[in-house]
């Protein structure tokens, strides 16, 4: 893509009203733009990230067995009533009557309508077990939408449900999606430590959130120091033995840590860190299946209530969370998996004829070798292109100048450690295309 063709509206200033780094940078790099409070657009930049961030969320989920579908924004609230949440939700699910006076509820999650679904398509125990997903917008009314995406009222979510006969269905599929978890946060680039968590609203007696850590998280996380020496590789090879060592290892947030009588953790292990929450997983059992009259015939003629499960991953909250974890003084450094491009091309003299040609070459080189490359090929002066390209991240700068072509080479930085390579252009892009 070439920037004088792209909408990218990048500024210098640090907006006053953005209190933490994901949200002065989101909307410094052109990424988001609010439009009401706690709402915001998804500028071009941003959406190519959150679409690269759900797409790999997509792939685990796929992986861990669990079918895509799509459900709506809406719901009836007597689909609520029937489970008795809809009074006890509070005042953060927005409700309104339609034209009819029916009312109605724009859904901050899918535990109802997901039980609905399955009571009108499935009858037998051979129709079990299955875990359904889809990732859908949700809003919740936030008394106070602070922090930009990281707590605003509509927000881009990954909700799965799985329907089990007996507890030890209902646990595996539960491990699966631990497993699933795992294995995205750390494609995504990030060290998450799982905290046994209470269930709220949801309801049921397991469950874990994820937290991200970096300095700027809503929560104190207190954490055995050997969560620290588990590998990206063993998270991406995750197994129920990971899972029984994850869980092994003492992990609480603050209000739940204030609560222990005696650390079980020596003080020299234990650990306290800032933490996002990006990822919440329930074992809840019959309580939606039972309060809505689903059940199963089993196979020898009785029936019973699935035991149920759901597993909700930010989508959208999680690019806050990879720009809180991977940012320096100049702006935002995008891990290759969710980069909205991969090289960032700059042509150092618009005004010159050779080096414009030699940029325009390359740029269509790279466009050809599949490397989503964004060509800087504006008339600015070099420093503005290079303080551009640094806020909104990209892995690689490849810088294209006049005194460099005179020697036959071209600068390629690494955005993460800064490092600065003069090559030859044959030697550039087969490092970019590898």
């Known amino acids: 893509m070439r920037l004088t063709r792209y909408f990218l509206p990048v500024t210098k200033e640090t907006p006053a009203d953005a209190q933490i780094v994901s949200h002065q940078l989101m909307l410094r790099a052109g990424l988001i733009r609010q439009t009401a409070a706690g709402i915001y657009a998804w500028l071009p930049l941003g959406f190519r990230v959150l679409n690269r961030i759900e797409q790999i969320v997509r792939e685990e989920q796929d992986r861990a067995g669990a079918i895509e579908l799509l459900m709506p924004t809406i719901q009836s609230a007597d689909l609520w009533r029937q489970s008795g949440r809809y009074d006890a939700y509070g005042p953060e699910m927005l409700r309104f009557p339609d034209r009819k006076g029916t009312e109605m509820l724009y859904g901050p999650t899918n535990e109802e309508m997901i039980t609905q679904i399955f009571l009108g398509s499935v009858k037998s125990y051979r129709d079990l077990p299955r875990t359904l997903y889809h990732i859908q917008w949700k809003f919740r009314d936030e008394v106070r939408p602070r922090f930009g995406i990281m707590r605003g009222r509509e927000f881009l979510m990954k909700d799965a449900y799985s329907f089990d006969l007996d507890e030890d269905g209902l646990k595996a599929s539960y491990e699966a999606m631990f497993v699933a978890y795992l294995r995205t946060f750390a494609r995504l680039g990030l060290q998450a430590v799982p905290v046994k968590a209470p269930t709220g609203p949801i309801g049921g007696d397991l469950s874990h959130e994820f937290h991200i850590l970096a300095e700027t998280g809503e929560s104190a996380i207190f954490y055995d120091a050997a969560l620290e020496d588990i590998s990206r590789d063993e998270l991406l090879s995750a197994d129920a033995a990971t899972i029984a060592r994850l869980t092994s290892l003492y992990a609480m947030e603050e209000e739940e840590h204030a609560k222990v009588a005696e650390c079980p953790v020596p003080a020299e292990r234990l650990r306290s860190r800032r933490g996002i929450e990006v990822g919440h997983i329930f074992a809840f059992g019959t309580k939606y299946s039972a309060s809505m ?57 618009a005004d010159d004829a050779k080096v414009t040609s030699a940029a325009d070459d390359i740029y269509s080189r790279l466009q050809n070798a599949g490397v989503d490359t964004l060509y800087d090929d504006r008339d600015e002066r070099g420093g503005a292109k290079f303080a551009s390209m640094d806020l909104i991240g990209l892995p690689w700068q490849l810088i294209v100048g006049p005194r460099g072509l005179e020697r036959g080479v071209v600068e390629l930085k690494n955005r993460a450690t800064g490092e600065r390579e003069e090559l030859s252009l044959e030697s550039a892009l087969a490092r970019l295309t590898a």
């Open 293 to 349: 009259g689903l059940s199963v015939q089993t196979a020898d003629g009785t029936s019973l209530h699935p035991q149920m499960g759901s597993y909700g991953v930010g989508v959208s909250r999680l690019m806050g969370a990879i720009i809180e974890a991977s940012h320096d003084s100049s702006g935002i450094v995008w891990p290759e998996s969710v980069a909205p491009f991969r090289v960032g091309l700059i042509n150092m003299r």
